[in-house]
């Protein structure tokens, strides 16, 4: 391996920013002009826009997506202390949250081929006798959970469902965009997601207008009309500068997902034959790749060698939650266990990805790959 070669990076949201980087600088522009810097008609603009691209009523920004988490656990009511269940092998944001809004979460284990909740965890939670408020179903790395068996499930036990779609910008089950499934939906617009601000932001979608209401309330000090509280609420606001970047973007989403699902398509056929556990596709849905993430039995040595080809990875997620400092110990789990969550952990590898990566670079990527196992 050469030294003097370019280094491929796993995510690079500056790629994104040079590949529409007039439209950008001018859509910042117009909101410096407008003397509006606080929500105002930028936010409208892409709330109406990106809740019109999912198919919801409704969508209201947030700061981000943790906070589209807390707000949305928060409109839904839930009595304090109330159970909410989800997943250990996620962003720590997503536990965070269900704390955050004065909730106790019970974390299940996950369906080992995708990486999303098993619904049998589920049922085995409900079965032993947990009273679950809420589920928080997480799309991971770009594609639907099981919510054709979770949803009723969910629904037959009074339990409320969020979908947590931080990672599935524009992925759909049969034919409908993920975040029209449950009661709300939440989105993060972390710079490295599929739909990236450049900083951070959030929303929360949802088609129940009630609902909508107590969310847009709670992002604004919980009022009503402008000074009145009628909720105990917080500061949550979507940024108009961060808005405008987001139409821009979100303009281009289709053709980005396109782009991460060509990519896959060229990792799916280059190491068909390595031995590597590779993205299994859920029948009925698209996957929108935030991720392409293999599984390795020798995964740190994989990676090591990678890195040392110029090649950068990362994992997603290297402990999970239940075993954070923070958490272990303290938190509710699967009666179970979590042992495919821990599994995952030791094995997954999320190789580069992001809708400006070269076809040369696919492949200098699967050549790598190959030699090393
Ligand atoms: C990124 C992410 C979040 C948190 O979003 P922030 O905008 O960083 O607060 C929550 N859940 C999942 C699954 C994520 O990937």
Redesign the pocket.
């Known amino acids: 391996m050469t030294t003097h070669r370019r280094s491929i990076p796993q995510t690079a949201p500056l790629a994104s920013y040079r590949a529409a980087r007039s439209r950008i600088d001018r859509a910042i522009a117009r909101v410096l002009t407008s003397g509006r810097y606080i929500l105002g008609p930028e936010v409208e603009a892409f709330e109406r826009e990106f809740a019109t691209y999912i198919g919801c009523r409704h969508a209201v920004g947030v700061a981000?997506?943790?906070?589209a988490?807390v707000v949305a656990l928060r409109a839904l009511d839930l009595a304090p202390g109330t159970v909410v269940a989800t997943v250990s092998h996620?962003?720590v944001?997503?536990v965070a949250a269900i704390e955050l809004a004065g909730l106790t979460p019970l974390l299940l284990d996950i369906d080992p081929a995708r990486y999303t909740l098993a619904p049998a965890a589920l049922e085995r939670a409900f079965a032993g006798g947990h009273r679950i408020g809420a589920v928080i179903v997480?799309h991971?790395y770009g594609q639907a959970a099981d919510l054709d068996a979770i949803l009723p499930l969910a629904r037959r036990h009074g339990a409320k469902v969020i979908e947590?779609c931080?990672?599935s910008h524009g992925a759909t089950l049969h034919g409908k965009r993920l975040g029209t499934f449950g009661d709300v939906a939440c989105f993060?617009?972390?710079p490295t997601?599929n739909l990236g601000a450049f900083g951070?932001?959030?929303a929360v979608l949802t088609s129940d207008d009630d609902l909508a209401a107590r969310v847009r309330a709670l992002r604004e000090y919980g009022w009503r009309d402008r000074t009145v509280s009628a909720i105990a609420g917080m500061n949550s606001r979507l940024d108009p500068i961060q808005a405008a970047v987001l139409r821009v973007k979100l303009a281009g989403l289709d053709r980005a997902n396109a782009r991460r699902a060509a990519i896959a398509s060229r990792y799916d056929r280059g190491l068909a034959k390595t031995g590597l556990g590779l993205p299994q596709r859920r029948p009925a849905a698209t996957h929108v790749f935030h991720q392409y993430v293999v599984r390795a039995k020798r995964r740190d040595d994989l990676r090591a060698a990678l890195d040392r080809a110029g090649i950068g990875t990362t994992i997603h997620y290297p402990v999970p939650v239940h075993l954070q400092p923070a958490y272990r110990g303290r938190i509710a789990l699967d009666p179970g266990g979590l042992g495919e969550s821990e599994r995952a952990t030791h094995e997954v590898l999320s190789l580069p990805m992001f809708p400006e990566l070269g076809a040369t670079d696919v492949a200098r990527v699967i050549a790598a790959v190959k030699k090393l196992v």
């Open positions: 981000s997506g943790t906070d988490l996620t962003a944001a997503t997480v991971l947590d931080a990672q993060s617009f972390y997601k951070d932001a959030g």
